[in-house]
């Protein structure tokens, strides 16, 4: 059982950067979407993390309820 629960995890999270746009806007280049993943991170364990947090939860958000592809927001 928890390995079909991790599946369906990954499956999520993979549809999760197909619906930010980051594929297209990447032209699939795996090293950029891993840089990108990996600079994000470096932010969540610095001092801006509760900040960054906040931001990307609320522009997060407003993506999904508007529910279209390239939904980045470059004024949020």
Known sequence: MKRRER?????ELGGLV???GLVEL???DRAVMF?????AAATL??????QSLLVWRRR???AFA???????DPGA
């Open 60 to 62: 997060g958000k407003r």
């Open 45 to 50: 364990r610095g001092e801006q993390r509760g």
């Open 18 to 20: 197909a619906k930010a």
């Open 7 to 11: 599946t369906r995890q990954l499956i």
């Open 66 to 72: 508007g529910s279209g592809a390239g939904m980045a």
């Open 35 to 39: 840089g990108l993943l990996v600079e």
């Open 26 to 28: 990447t032209d699939d």
